[in-house]
Structure formats: structure tokens, C-alpha cells
């Protein structure tokens, strides 16, 4: 067992967006930034924690591909939580393509920066 990576906490259930009509919201109100292969949209609530979702395109592979593409994002976003300015709703949205945990993990990390999200 690898005891040199960081402690990454729970993925609470509600640190999640699942409502449909929660992830309309951010995609209609939220603010977008993009980069090649993904896209984050946030948006401001008023809780003192961070809630995610993370949606994908339609025609995104099969059952099998979806679901390690969550897994991935899930992990990332465990290992970013600490990170994270708080009292955000976000949407992490991977377009199909390569599908591995550091592009995606750099996906996530830039389009943060990009979001001003990261703390200081």
C-alpha cells in the first residue's frame, strides 16, 4: 500500500447534484469556462461547502466507459476538495476521447485556475 498519497476525505451525499433541475440551473445561470476536452460551469450558493456534478454528453460510451468516467472525476475532485474555495455549485463536463485520470486530473486543475476557484 502506497502511503505517500494525500488522505482525500468522503465524497458526502451532499456534496452532490443530481436534480435535473439543479444542473439546468448551471448550465442556463452558471458561469462557463472551457478548455480543450472539458468544461466547468459554477455558480455561487449559499452553503458553506461545495456541491459537484458530473454530467456527460449524450452518446458517451457505453455503460462501462460512463461509469470509470465519473469514477475518474469523482477521485479528482476527492483530491481537489481541500483545494476548493467554498460555497460553490459546479458541473465538471468531459467531452469522450482520452480517458485518463491525469489528463483529466489536469483538466480539472486548469480549468479551476481558470474559474478562480483555487484558494490562495
Given at each position: 500500500?502506497?502511503?505517500?498519497?494525500?488522505?482525500?476525505?468522503?465524497?458526502?451525499?451532499?456534496?452532490?447534484?443530481?436534480?435535473?433541475?439543479?444542473?439546468?440551473?448551471?448550465?442556463?445561470?452558471?458561469k462557463k469556462v472551457c478548455i480543450s476536452g472539458a468544461k466547468l460551469f459554477y455558480l455561487q450558493n449559499e452553503k458553506?461547502?461545495?456541491?459537484?456534478?458530473?454530467?456527460?454528453?449524450?452518446?458517451?460510451?457505453?455503460?462501462?466507459?460512463?461509469?470509470?468516467?465519473?469514477?475518474?472525476?469523482?477521485?479528482?475532485?476527492?483530491?481537489?476538495?481541500?483545494?476548493?474555495?467554498?460555497?460553490?455549485?459546479?458541473?465538471?463536463?468531459?467531452?469522450?476521447?482520452n480517458d485518463s485520470f491525469l489528463l483529466r486530473r489536469g483538466q480539472f486543475e486548469l480549468l479551476c485556475k481558470k474559474?478562480?476557484?483555487?484558494?490562495?
Amino acid at each position: 500500500m502506497n502511503t505517500d498519497l494525500p488522505k482525500t476525505g468522503r465524497f458526502k451525499k451532499n456534496e452532490h447534484i443530481k436534480r435535473s433541475a439543479e444542473i439546468q440551473k448551471l448550465f442556463k445561470k452558471g458561469k462557463k469556462v472551457c478548455i480543450s476536452g472539458a468544461k466547468l460551469f459554477y455558480l455561487q450558493n449559499e452553503k458553506d461547502f461545495n456541491r459537484i456534478g458530473f454530467p456527460l454528453p449524450r452518446g458517451y460510451g457505453n455503460a462501462v466507459e460512463r461509469n470509470a468516467s465519473r469514477r475518474y472525476s469523482r477521485e479528482i475532485y476527492r483530491f481537489f476538495k481541500s483545494q476548493l474555495s467554498t460555497g460553490f455549485d459546479m458541473l465538471f463536463f468531459v467531452y469522450p476521447g482520452n480517458d485518463s485520470f491525469l489528463l483529466r486530473r489536469g483538466q480539472f486543475e486548469l480549468l479551476c485556475k481558470k474559474a478562480g476557484l483555487l484558494k490562495k
